[in-house]
């Protein structure tokens, strides 16, 4: 099982997207797929279309690992209805706020890899949707995780928001989780017919070299209509879609080399 955190310092750049375009991708791949929502907002088990009614969320995982707890947060996602690949939720909840204090215990920041590691032979890939800060959720996130992908955009203060995420990384690594590395930086929304959104990719490009993954993202309609809908966007028509399934291929080849994960 290949765990990958999906990160950014900055909100409204387009984190959950990227966490559902790759579900979606692993989805199409059919690779046994589990999402950990742990961003407070909860974007991404409302994209996966879940119910949260009767079911414990990510709030009770945090409070207490326990088998009863984690098996109780995790639910099925529309997109395996009537289909053999699986692809499941572990709830978000605005409750997961009260485990977000700036100073976490070592043992709070150990407890999602607890939970996961209950799960070890169920699911080949884990994709944990953290919320856009380094406080002690991301920091949960990051020390159950393989590898964290940071999403960015190319905008005036991505590279500095890139440049401390990698720090942090770095620092958890050193600290807590030996294992723990960046899969890299991920460009979402570019357009690359702007002039400053090309010198801004310029500008990632010589800070970090080959940590900033191809393809970059662009934004498209279809992206969002697909993600409204609560469906895969490897599911929706047209050449947009299309288009954006493949860049998600494309990532999902990187985090199949990163874990060894057959394709």
């Known amino acids: 099982m290949f765990v990958l955190s999906i990160s950014s310092l900055k909100g409204g750049v387009g984190k959950t997207t990227v966490t559902l375009g790759l579900a979606s991708a692993a989805w199409a791949r ?33 409070e207490d690992p326990s088998e009863e707890n984690v098996r109780g947060a995790i639910v099925r996602s529309s997109w ?35 939970a996961l590691a209950l799960l070890e032979p169920e699911y080949d890939l884990v994709l944990v949707d953290c919320p856009p800060s380094l406080n002690a959720l991301t920091r949960t ?22 440049d401390r995420a990698l720090r942090a990384i770095d620092e958890l690594r050193r ?14 929304r570019a357009r690359l017919q702007s002039v400053e959104h090309q010198f801004r990719v310029r500008e990632l490009r010589d800070m970090f070299g080959p940590l900033v993954l191809p393809p970059f993202l662009p934004e498209r309609t279809a992206l969002q209509q697909a993600q409204g809908a609560a469906k895969p966007v490897h599911l929706w028509p047209g050449d947009s879609a299309e288009e954006m399934a493949e860049h998600f291929d494309r990532l999902l080849d990187r985090v199949q080399r990163a874990g060894r994960l057959k394709p």
């Not at 699986?86 to 409750?95: E, K, N, R, T």
């Not at 964290?148 to 890139?162: C, K, M, N």
Request: charged fraction near 20%; aromatic fraction near 4%; charge should be negative.
């Open 30 to 62: 059919g690779l046994r797929t589990l999402v950990v929502d742990l961003d407070p907002q909860a974007d991404v088990s409302t994209g996966l279309d879940v119910s949260p009614e009767g079911t414990g969320s990510i709030a009770d995982v945090l």
């Open 80 to 114: 395996s209805e009537g289909d053999e690949r699986i692809v499941d939720v572990m709830l978000g909840s605005p409750a997961a706020i009260n485990f977000d204090g700036p100073h976490p215990t070592v043992r709070e920041i150990w407890r999602l890899e607890e």
């Open 141 to 162: 996130g990051w020390a159950a995780s393989d590898r964290v992908a940071i999403v960015t955009e190319p905008g005036l203060f991505s590279v500095a928001a890139a």
């Open 175 to 188: 600290a807590l989780s030996p294992r723990l590395q960046p899969l890299g930086i991920i460009v979402n």
